[in-house]
């Protein structure tokens, strides 16, 4: 075996028979995930897989165009009949534990859907270049999610009066697989985890969660950083100050509190954790690089979101910002859903055009044209989406 | 007579089986000691070797750190100096894909290196420390990118209605 796999193995004496290690098993994450081949691989250990805007033009995110970002290594040889789900914390009023049939038979079920984007999505613009992965557009999705509400659970083991935060703990392993260390452990205010819409869900989309998106149990926080929703939880702590695990310090999933300049140092004081996401839309038809004959209209539709808002307004441009026209918007099928938008477009004459979007939220602030606020881990870019169009 | 004539064909026998018996030892000999330098050599069943040893030796075939047109086939990293020390120590915990992503001056993959060592259990990388930033500021050097870059790599195709 470690002349397959061409390096030691630590401790392989320990090593149960029968074991193969992940990197000898399929090597085709596309098969291994569910995952449609267009999906771009970012990052093979911890597995990160974006999708590309094409691919996003379902209304509902189906789970093979649905990106993974994980900051561990996934929980192996899940085993749902003794899954646990611990409800603690100094806030608590009665440490409780549920099975996962309990959870699902003794809480009303709900179904929502709701918008997750990973914190970093669009990461890959930022100069001077921010680290981790490199997202462009595609860690975004809109899918269906059925689960039981967070609050009715925390009501049920009590919540005392000083709760400030809910912070979860999951099963999956830190890169290192030192079982002292989580990968992530991030959270919520009280706000956020008591709202309607927050789930502890088991269902996407009607199906099993995939287990690359947090099987069989996770988080839902639609409109916050995905990282808010939690995959593979077992444990949920209400907390009587802001919760202080894994990636909730320092500069992770946290900006600047005041402005600063590209490339400058933020002291950890300075830095405050990311809420609702900003306001940001996908053109998610036609694909980039479309070529039309002269006099045809093009049509193009997407989709728009803006964090814990609605968006009240989408526009296109064919002239780089100098003029915008308006596109249709739908309403979200519910709250923290992302909206859909079509239009049609003529252009005057042959030649090379851009196409950008920009959609407006309810409190009318539009997406910048341009790369907004730097920050020393790049998140937040909610920069106009355009796709290049050449008449014929 | 005869038996005076036959003592030397005698002696010369017992010379032949002796001499036969030292290349044999010497044989033997080598092999052994060949052995204890490398159990593995006459062994390709290497779950032996994982129940003698917890750091089990690495037998690696050849095409294992193979380099093809400049490119360390394995990872992506492309050949130069400090390539196998980068492969090495900044490979194990996660992939190689995360560092080729990643674009930084000297002093931000120091600092990162810190980080690294301070939460996700990165070892004291000692006199590598230089050569691995050495050559990834010198091979994946930062490029400035401005606010917004134009659209690259357009694939163009004829939209069907």
């Given at each position: 075996m470690t002349a397959l796999l061409g390096t030691e193995i630590v401790l392989g004496a320990s090593m149960p028979k029968g074991y193969t290690p992940l990197a000898l098993q399929d090597p085709d994450p596309f098969k291994m995930f569910g995952k449609d081949p267009q999906m771009v691989v970012l990052n093979s250990k911890p597995w990160n897989m974006e999708a590309q805007a094409h691919l996003l033009d379902d209304k509902i995110t189906p789970a093979k165009f649905m990106f993974i970002r994980n900051n561990g290594l996934i929980p192996e040889n899940i085993d749902i009949d003794k899954w646990n789900l611990t409800i603690d914390g100094e806030s608590v009023q009665e440490e409780k534990t549920y099975s996962l049939s309990e959870l699902k038979s003794k809480f009303k079920r709900y179904s929502y859907q709701l918008t997750l984007e990973c914190g970093g999505n669009g990461r890959s613009e930022f100069d001077p270049p921010a680290k981790g992965n490199q997202w462009t557009i595609g860690a975004v999705s809109s899918a269906v999610w059925t689960g039981v509400r967070l609050r009715d659970v925390l009501e049920d083991a009590g919540i005392k009066s000083d709760a400030v935060y809910i912070g979860y703990h999951a099963a999956d392993s830190h890169l290192s697989r030192d079982p002292e260390k989580e990968p992530i452990s991030r959270g919520a205010p009280m706000a956020k985890a008591l709202q309607d819409e927050t789930l502890l869900a088991f269902e996407m989309n009607g199906e099993d969660i995939p287990l690359a998106n947090g099987y069989p149990l996770r988080l839902v926080a639609g409109g916050w950083p995905a990282s808010v929703s939690g995959k593979w939880i077992n444990r949920i702590s209400i907390r009587n100050k802001v919760h202080d695990g894994?990636?909730?310090?320092?500069t992770a999933y946290r900006v600047p509190c005041n402005p600063v300049a590209p490339g400058e140092k933020v002291k950890d004081e300075d830095m405050c954790i990311i809420e609702s996401m900003p306001v940001k839309s996908l053109i998610t038809y036609p694909k980039t690089g479309a070529k039309i004959a002269e006099g045809k209209k093009l049509k193009i539709r997407g989709h728009a979101w803006a964090g814990e808002l609605e968006v009240s307004k989408m526009e296109f441009s064919i002239d780089f910002g100098a003029t915008w026209q308006n596109c249709s918007l739908e309403k979200p099928a519910n709250r923290l859903a992302w909206q859909h938008f079509a239009s049609s477009i003529s252009f005057p004459k042959k030649g090379y055009y851009e196409v950008w979007a920009r959609a407006t939220d309810a409190q009318g602030r539009a997406q910048p044209m341009l790369l907004p606020g730097w920050n020393p881990k790049g998140y937040l870019n909610n920069a106009c989406h355009r796709i290049a169009v050449k008449v014929v | 007579m005869d038996e005076n004539t036959n003592l030397p064909e005698q002696i010369k026998a017992v010379y032949r089986s002796l001499f036969a018996f030292l290349i044999a030892f010497c044989i033997i000999a080598i092999g052994l000691i060949t052995y204890i330098k490398n159990p593995n050599l006459f062994n390709n069943d290497s779950k032996s070797a994982e129940t003698e040893s917890e750091y089990v030796a690495i037998p690696q075939d050849d095409d294992f750190d193979k380099i093809e047109n400049g490119i360390?086939?394995?990872?992506?990293f492309v050949e130069a100096e400090g390539l196998m020390e980068t492969v090495n120590n900044c490979t194990n915990c996660h992939s190689s894909e995360l560092v080729l992503q990643n674009r930084m001056s000297k002093e931000r993959w120091i600092a990162t290196i810190r980080w690294m060592q301070e939460t996700q259990n990165l070892w004291d990388l000692g006199g590598n420390e230089a050569i691995i930033v050495d050559y990834l500021v010198t091979n994946y050097p930062v490029i400035a990118k401005g606010r917004r870059s134009a659209l690259t790599d357009i694939q163009w195709y004829e939209l069907e209605d």
């Open positions: 894994t990636k909730m310090t320092g | 360390h086939v394995r990872t992506g």
